[in-house]
């Protein structure tokens, strides 16, 4: 009996504490802001509504005193932070996208959190005052980029290789410039390389003719996910988001004003009216499709497009903490060359383009990319086409000036218009700027619309979901908590911030001695399949799309790996949302066409019928039994031969651990708080009781488990503490129609690290 005390003591233990501390460089080699001291336990439950309960406050709009405030049109970079800007002003904000979300120009960018250096030398040389405009707001953003999801976004280091002396002391003063430019908001400051201290820092150059270099600093972020945390932070402050759902038509009243939009469930099919007093354009390069649907007749494009073509290539081709601006290609254009997410992406081109959905990369582009690398590369290193992982092309929304001569002179700056029907568009900028776009945007919006919001704009503040529980030094709480990888816990860290906790939650044990538990999609990068499980319950993926290329971002790293896993993509999916095997094909089929897209070259005998026995249709009895192993896997149990199939009805209904209780035990504990912030021990001891937790913990385990979320000897213990306490004794515990089935193994301590 001690010894099974013991073995629930400690897995209580692990499943209750959290992360502490901050660290001043990510393991990845870059270097995050200064953070604050964060709490040590993982941030409260939270589950965002379903898509359905979304899709039913879309359509009640129509009822009386049901109508939006604003409704967004786009679910990229500027619609997503436009929704977060209106909700957090206390706004009633509604937001559809056609596609998924992030599914343009957002997830296709440079990753880049920058000012513009090369904007800034335009500007001095050809005295444009709007080009100065631009750098001087981006450097602000980009302070406020980097604070407001810090697990997503990073300081970089990028260094100009120079190989004429008189470029040196050039590019220096420029570099100083851009750092007095950014005043108190500056990074680092930028500084000088001796030829032999450049070769240290990035060995793979070539250093025939190199004088020396200059490194600056700008920012980095993951782009789709960061598209995502904006959406979901939207979501948590009240609004209402709908990807796959499309406007097919603006609804205007006698005035001619427009008052909501039709749409269509392009998933389903279905469609139905969303009332609104205003509507806001934040489609990106589609920016023109949407005006011309509210003014068919005389309207002249306002949005020149322009494609923007990236590589990624092998780790080995850059160091790990280092990028590299080539400031003077052969035709004259920029390019980066950045280590990101463990590889490495060199790009952009820069033409004018056609809009369409998933623009493919020109061979003529890839190769001029891979010819511009070869310059500045060691001619020892066999630059190869087949280095290359993957390819894309993204479509940059540039503002149209009637004057410019190339797409390369027009003005990345962004413009509000308000058309005679009062449809409001914000078009052009840039990923770093798009808080000030929506902060204008809603703005302007309060005035044309007469709304009433509760307060101003306070998105300068307000911090995405993922960063509140979030340090450096998290993944190392994620290792000892659930016993997975550490680079797997690494990379959980930087994507989700403290909802890491959350998609652990959802994983399966992978019956090795170590890691314990996250079964990785595949053996060369850290995605595991809980994250598939997390991104379909808790962020509205709907294809198998929408997972390998925007909540991961497997189709950008390696587009081969990305074919390799969408089976086993299908298969998860496919169980949690009962597809059936036709949409399974389908699944497969619109996958493998995305992923062309990607650079994959097309081959004929890729066919459904080679796959279809990995896609999986085997319903509902896996995704239960899948259930069973997540909801309890996280609390540092072990799960080891489930034998036959469980009946439907003793297995769970819900993946949190908040769920695992009625609400009246909810209310109950919170009713103890009632007069006071916090309760004495043996005021807890009662409580516990009262849910019929005690036998099944004790004093020594309470002990534990106190000192687990921050409660030393003689503290008061707040709601969130003992509630934390709570979901560990049950979560902890079995159902007695289901225990027999199941072997329980602790982590031991000593051994929580994988060694012998």
């Given at each position: 009996m001690l010894g099974a005390v013991t073995r629930r003591r400690v897995g209580y233990a692990a499943a209750a504490t959290a992360v502490a501390g901050t660290s001043l460089v990510l393991l990845n080699g870059s270097t995050p802001i200064h953070h604050e001291p964060v709490s040590t336990k993982p941030p409260p439950p939270w589950t965002p509504p379903s898509r359905k309960q979304m899709l039913d406050k879309l359509k009640a709009s129509t009822k009386p005193g049901e109508e939006f405030d604003i409704l967004v049109v786009g679910g990229g970079a500027t619609g997503a932070g436009v929704a977060v800007d209106a909700a957090t002003r206390g706004l009633k904000v509604a937001l559809v996208?056609?596609?998924?979300?992030?599914?343009?120009?957002?997830?296709?960018?440079?990753?880049?959190?920058?000012?513009?250096?090369?904007?800034?030398?335009?500007?001095?040389?050809?005295?444009?005052?709007?080009?100065?405009?631009?750098?001087?707001?981006?450097?602000?953003?980009?302070?406020?980029?980097?604070?407001?999801?810090?697990?997503?976004?990073?300081?970089?280091?990028?260094?100009?290789?120079?190989?004429?002396?008189?470029?040196?002391?050039?590019?220096?003063?420029?570099?100083?410039?851009?750092?007095?430019?950014?005043?108190?908001?500056n990074m680092e400051s930028s500084y000088l390389m001796s030829k032999g201290k450049a070769m240290d820092a990035f060995p793979m150059l070539n250093d025939k003719g190199l004088v020396g270099a200059v490194v600056y600093y700008d920012g980095q972020h993951n782009d789709s996910r960061m598209n995502m945390a904006l959406i979901m932070t939207a979501v948590k402050h009240g609004a209402a988001v709908a990807n796959y759902t499309e406007v097919t038509s603006l609804n205007k009243d006698g005035s001619g004003k427009i008052v909501g939009a039709e749409v269509v469930d392009n998933m389903t099919g279905e469609k139905w009216e969303i009332k609104a007093k205003g509507v806001i354009n934040a489609t990106g390069p589609f920016t023109d499709e949407l005006l011309t649907l509210e003014n068919p007749k005389d309207h002249k494009p306002i949005v020149a497009p322009s494609s923007g073509v990236h590589i990624t290539l092998p780790n080995y081709?850059?160091?790990?903490?280092?990028?590299?601006?080539?400031?003077?290609?052969s035709d004259g254009?920029?390019?980066?060359?950045?280590?990101?997410?463990?590889?490495?992406?060199?790009?952009?081109?820069?033409?004018?383009?056609?809009?369409?959905?998933?623009?493919?990369?020109?061979?003529?582009?890839?190769?001029?990319v891979l010819d511009e690398v070869r310059r500045y590369l060691n001619p020892d290193i066999q630059v190869r086409r087949g280095d290359v992982l993957s390819a894309w092309s993204g479509l940059r929304p540039l503002v149209r000036d009637p004057k410019a001569k190339s797409s390369q002179a027009l003005v990345r700056n962004h413009l509000i218009h308000v058309s005679p029907s009062g449809l409001l568009t914000v078009a052009g900028g840039k990923w770093t700027t798009y808080r000030a776009m929506a902060e204008e945007a809603v703005d302007e919006a309060v005035k044309v619309f007469g709304l009433k919001p509760t307060s101003g704009c306070v998105t300068n503040d307000?911090?995405?979901?993922?960063?509140?529980?979030?340090?450096?030094?998290?993944?190392?709480?994620?290792?000892?908590?659930?016993?997975?990888?550490?680079?797997v816990a690494q990379h959980l860290s930087q994507s989700y911030g403290d909802r890491a906790w959350t998609v652990l939650s959802y994983a399966e044990s992978t019956g090795q001695r170590w890691p314990l538990t996250g079964r990785r999609l595949t053996p060369n990068y850290p995605y595991i399949e809980a994250e598939v499980h997390y991104a379909v319950q808790n962020e509205y993926a709907l294809t198998a799309v929408d997972f390998i290329a925007r909540r991961s971002r497997l189709s950008f790293l390696n587009a081969g790996a990305a074919l390799d896993v969408l089976p086993r993509v299908i298969q998860i999916m496919g169980d949690e949302l009962e597809w059936d095997v036709k949409r399974r094909r389908s699944e497969w089929i619109k996958g493998r066409d995305f992923l062309v897209s990607m650079g994959l070259p097309p081959q004929a005998e890729n066919e459904f019928s080679q796959v279809k026995g990995k896609l999986?249709?085997?319903?509902?009895?896996?995704?239960?039994?899948?259930?069973?192993?997540?909801?309890?896997?996280?609390?540092?149990?072990?799960?080891?031969?489930?034998?036959?199939?469980?009946?439907?009805?003793?297995l769970p209904t819900a993946h949190h651990s908040r769920a695992l209780f009625p609400v009246q035990d909810l209310e109950l504990v919170k009713k103890a708080f009632a007069q006071h912030e916090?309760?004495?021990?043996?005021?807890?001891?009662?409580?516990?009781?009262?849910?019929?937790?005690?036998?099944?913990?004790?004093?020594?385990?309470?002990?534990?488990?106190?000192?687990?979320?921050?409660?030393?000897?003689?503290?008061g213990i707040g709601f969130e503490q003992l509630w934390s306490v709570c979901t560990a004794i049950k979560s902890s515990s079995v159902s007695p129609s289901v225990s027999a089935t199941i072997k329980r193994n602790k982590i031991p301590v000593n051994k929580s690290g994988g060694g012998v």
């Open positions: 996208e056609r596609d998924d979300f992030s599914s343009g120009t957002s997830s296709k960018s440079t990753k880049l959190v920058h000012g513009g250096v090369r904007y800034l030398e335009k500007a001095f040389w050809e005295l444009d005052y709007e080009q100065y405009k631009l750098v001087r707001e981006a450097l602000h953003e980009r302070r406020t980029f980097l604070t407001t999801a810090p697990y997503l976004s990073f300081m970089l280091p990028i260094m100009l290789p120079v190989y004429t002396w008189w470029k040196l002391p050039y590019y220096w003063a420029g570099c100083k410039a851009y750092d007095f430019l950014a005043g108190k908001e081709y850059s160091p790990r903490k280092m990028g590299l601006l080539d400031a003077q290609t254009r920029v390019i980066f060359f950045l280590p990101w997410q463990g590889n490495v992406i060199a790009g952009t081109t820069d033409s004018p383009s056609a809009v369409v959905r998933d623009p493919k990369p020109g061979e003529d582009d890839v190769e001029w307000v911090k995405l979901l993922g960063s509140d529980g979030w340090s450096p030094n998290m993944y190392i709480r994620l290792v000892q908590s659930f016993g997975v990888d550490t680079e999986g249709d085997a319903g509902l009895l896996r995704s239960s039994l899948g259930w069973l192993q997540r909801s309890f896997v996280g609390t540092t149990l072990s799960f080891v031969g489930i034998g036959s199939p469980l009946p439907k009805s003793s916090t309760v004495n021990k043996d005021e807890a001891i009662s409580i516990l009781k009262e849910l019929g937790l005690w036998g099944l913990a004790g004093q020594e385990v309470l002990d534990d488990l106190l000192k687990g979320v921050g409660v030393r000897n003689g503290e």
